[in-house]
């Protein structure tokens, strides 16, 4: 890199793409670190809660320029960046130049935006992924769940999952009201599933719900689960090879 302090530039051509890329990581915090290295840009981060996790990778492959002199991990606050990040078209090019305290935007179309925001830098270690085995594997679209939940609030806290035959039973309960949706490989609303009958495990509705809102980057997501374990979620970025966003949630135990 230059003598000018710069750390790592990065040039997208569709300033709308890192937009997304933030706000998904916003569903559980607004401070987060964003790592730049050889194997691309990456966010991953825990909620203050610790109950849901993001785990996200951009490969190189989706910016027209990716410098940088070692690799860094930058924490960004998302707030300042989607308050100023806004109203992009896809045809808009940003430009991302992270330097020792602060990380300058430029997007450029019709007219030229510039802001900055501080960063500070970390030295700590990658947050561990959950070590867990999940037994049952299925894609399905995310508007099919964006229903359930939407649906559900309206009679339950938490959705439950669970394996019945052949069949996912997606399903919000309360005292007196139910709401599912069945997702067989017949109606098309089940994809490529790896099913243990008899698995069950619930979530939390609202923070699945601001999960499952930031789920832009495809049609179609690809579920993981088991009985009484976390709950994982998988969205490949379209038109960005081996580049992925992955969410974890935490399950609801059941009150003994």
Sequence with gaps: MSSSNILAKLVVNDAKLMRKIFKAASALVDEVPVKISEEGFSIRALDLAEVSMIDMNVS???FETFEFDKPIKANIRLSDVLNLLKFESKLEKL??????DKVTFRVTNEFTRIFTIPIFFSEDKDLPLPKVSLGNSFETKVSTIKHLLESGKHVSDYISIS???NKVILSAKGEISEYQ???TVEEGNLINPVLKEGSKASYDLKRL????SSLVFND???VEFDTDLPLKMIQKIEDVPNSTVVFFIAPRMEKA
């Design 163 to 165: 394996v019945e035959g």
């Design 220 to 222: 179609n997501v690809v």
């Design 209 to 212: 719900s601001s999960i499952v």
């Design 181 to 183: 949706v069945v997702l």
């Design 95 to 100: 430009e991302m130049t992270f330097r020792e």
């Design 60 to 62: 190189k492959d989706a």
